[in-house]
Structure formats: C-alpha cells, structure tokens
C-alpha cells in the first residue's frame, strides 16, 4: 500500500526499507512509524512509501478523532522546526516542504466545525515559536474563512501566519528564549525578526505578500506597532488577519511572569483592540463566529464555581447565561461574575 508521507498516520508499518533519492537508507522495513519517523521521511524529500494495509481497526479501538487531531498537529509542530532549522542554517527554507506540511492539516480541519475545541487542543505549557507558529496560521485560516475568502486566500493567508514569526532563526538563541526583560539592545534585536522574516521568504518563495506578512504582522492601524509605524491603509489585508491570530493565540499562552488567561478573557480584550490598533472586521470576525462555540461548553467561574454555558447574551457576549446544578447565573446580572476558564 502506497502512501503520501504527510499521509502516515502513527502506528503504520514500513513494508520495505526506504532510501533517499541519492540511495542512502533511510528507515528499515519493519519500521512502526510515529512523528520523529514521518520528520525524518519529510527531510529527506521522500514523497511515497510502501506501508502494511491497515486495518479497520487499530489495537482493538476505532482511533479517536480528538486523539488523531492533537496527532497531526504534533506533528505539524515538528515539521515546522524543521523549516526553522532549514532557514536558521541557510536563510531560506525550501516551499515544498511548507506546503506539504500545511494543505493535508488544512484539509483536514475544513470539516472541524467547532473551533472552540480545536482552540482548546492548541494549549500548551511550553508554547514556542514553533507551535505558536502553527497556532497562527490555523486560526488565520478561520478567521479568513469567517471574512468570506476563496480557499485559495485561505491557504495564502494561512501559510502567511505559519510562516510570520520564520525572521526568529535568524534571532540569537539567548534572546528568543530569554525569560526576563530584555535590554534595549536586545529588544531592538528581537524586533528585527519581522525584518529577517521578509529576508527568508523572498528568498525562498516567488510571494511578496507572504513576505509583507511577515514584515508587517507587528504592525498597529494606529501607527504604534513596528517596525515601519504603518497605518491602517498602508497594512496588507491578509496583514490584517494575521496579527489578530498573533495577538489572540499570543495572550493565550502562559507567561512566566503573569498567570494565564482564559479564553474568554483574550477574546475580550482582542474585541476591546479591534477599536483602533487591530482591524475590525477581521475582530469582529473572531469573536462573532468564536462566541456561539461557547455554547454547552463547560466553564469555571471567577468564583470557583463549575457551569455550562447555555446562551449567550445580545447585549454583552461576554456575560452567558451559565447553568451552576440546578440554578442560573445571570453573569450581565451579576457583573462581579466572569467566565475564567473553558473546557472541551
């Protein structure tokens, strides 16, 4: 049975030994593959391999969907440290192993309709550039599905966002994994990566919007962002989606220095960003098409207290009606109430 390799799926057995196209060997037949087995195939530019059929069936449970999800994005994650290495080591990257990585993900998610779940699947307690990277570009992808673009703008925006942070190789170790507050001098530095960013992809792929992505995502419609103090009209519009996906996935992760913030808290203070700094329409996107996913979620309160939410609230979405046992809390009601945290 032949195989596209961004088609292996973890437990799939290699039925013959595997070689490059110079004829170096690979993989032994036999090989069970997992994530660090499909990487190894990916940089080695292997396209098809031969694997055992597979059985309906695998160890006696039908695979879980969740399970198979949070597989492919692992290893996505690790796909993209390999186009990190590529373009910290040469300054470009090769595109076919961008989009070999991307478009079977993306495919894969356009029958994923509950996008607060997929959110939920993204946390992590050691986000990097690498799954921030992958973060990024997903949710670009929805956002711009959201906003009514062909598939075609979908892919183009969302390869943007999965390569917007791609200038951070080329940013020297000790400052990209720096824990404290950074210098001046180091700030500055850290700032160059949109710049460096531009440099790999011009130099890797025939796309300049790509490129401008890259350059521009840190960019404020109010002229406050970096590092060209663009505004609002001067900002590509697939820009525009791309840094909501930033910031949004950006003040989901945990930081060192501050406890983490819920979903629901984030989206809020995006919303509260889309009046001047963030687009607007591409805000009101997210948090119009995220808000009804909260529905039958289950929640915890700033209380303690554990819910459901049941129904959202047209005067102010970020007060749900949320069922506590057997009672109702009111949170447009009982403002000292708010949602702090969201489970699958």
């Known amino acids: 049975m032949k195989v596209h390799v961004t088609d ?3 437990g799939d057995c290699l039925l013959t030994d595997t070689f490059n196209s110079v004829g170096l060997h690979v ?24 694997i055992e059929p597979r059985s309906m069936q695998q160890g006696g449970q039908v695979n ?3 399970q198979d999800l949070k597989a492919n994005l692992d290893l996505t994650i690790q796909n993209y440290e390999a186009i990190f290495l590529e373009a910290l080591a040469k300054g470009s990257f090769t595109q076919s192993m961008v989009d070999n990585t991307l478009q079977p993900l993306l495919e894969s998610l356009d029958e994923q309709k509950d996008v607060v779940s997929l959110l939920l699947l993204f946390e992590r307690d050691d986000v990097d550039t690498y799954n921030h990277s992958l973060q990024v ?16 703008e979908r892919y183009e925006i969302s390869r943007a966002g999965y390569l917007h942070d791609i200038g951070k190789s080329q940013v020297p ?34 796309d300049e919007t790509t490129a401008l ?35 949004y996935m950006g003040m989901t992760a945990a930081r060192a220095n501050q406890p983490k913030q819920g979903l629901v808290t984030v989206l809020r203070k995006v919303h509260e960003l889309g009046f001047g700094k963030l687009n607007g329409k591409a805000v009101q996107a997210l948090t119009g098409h995220l808000l009804p996913n909260f529905v039958g979620k289950t929640v915890q309160l700033s209380n303690g207290e554990m819910g459901t939410i049941v129904m959202n609230n047209p ?20 403002r000292n109430l708010s949602v702090e945290e969201v489970f699958i």
């Open 315 to 334: 005067l102010d979405m970020f007060k749900p009606l949320v069922k506590v046992d057997e009672t109702f809390r009111d949170l447009s009601k009982e």
């Open 64 to 66: 879980n969907l969740g």
């Open 213 to 247: 992505v890259a350059l521009q995502h840190h960019e404020f419609e109010d002229g406050s962002g970096y590092p060209g103090k663009l505004h609002k009209n001067d900002i590509h519009p697939y820009t525009r989606i791309v840094s909501v996906a930033n910031t």
């Open 8 to 10: 292996l799926k973890h």
């Open 27 to 50: 993989l032994p037949k036999g090989t069970v593959v997992q994530s660090e087995e499909i990487t190894i195939l990916i940089r080695h530019k292997i396209d098809y391999v031969d």
């Open 137 to 152: 570009g997903l949710l670009s992808y929805y956002i711009a599905s959201w906003m009514g673009h062909s598939k075609a």
């Open 173 to 206: 170790a000790g400052i990209l994994h720096h824990t404290g507050a950074l210098t001046p001098s180091q700030e500055e530095e850290l700032k160059r990566h949109t710049t460096y960013g531009y440099e790999i992809i011009r130099e890797s792929m025939k």
